[in-house]
């Protein structure tokens, strides 16, 4: 599984960013894979920010909900990440990442992190 992540930039505080993270190879599929977002900030432990389960339920944390939007296109493999109302704490790199948690000996499979700065 390739995970493919794109999106990210410098935003001011208040404003805008949507991520997007394509996923290919020929073991994926969504019906199987749970995708989500997680983020890193320097010095700091990789944290979820949101997920989707292969049922199609959300998750999000509490940090970002009513802000962030989590969202999928089952026909491209790819989803979404809509960031609204930025905060200056949401500067992070975000990681793009996929798993068949229905498998035991599940893998994680990680996109290759895209930066998001949030300027105050």
């Known amino acids: 599984v390739q995970l493919q992540a794109s999106g990210g930039g410098l935003v001011q505080a208040g404003g805008s960013l949507r991520l997007s993270c394509a996923a290919s190879g020929s073991t994926f599929s969504n019906s199987t894979y749970a995708m989500g977002w997680y983020r890193q900030a320097p010095g700091k432990k990789r944290e979820l920010v949101a997920a989707?389960?292969?049922?199609?339920?959300?998750n999000y944390a509490d940090s970002v909900k009513d802000r962030f939007t989590f969202s999928g296109d089952n026909a491209k493999n790819t989803v979404y990440l809509q960031m609204n109302s930025l905060k200056p704490e949401d500067t992070a790199v975000y990681y793009c990442?996929?798993?068949?948690?229905?498998?035991?000996?599940?893998?994680?499979?990680w996109g290759q992190g895209t930066q998001v700065t949030v300027s105050s």
């Open positions: 990442w996929a798993a068949n948690l229905g498998n035991s000996d599940y893998v994680d499979y």
């Open positions: 989707i389960s292969s049922g199609g339920s959300t």
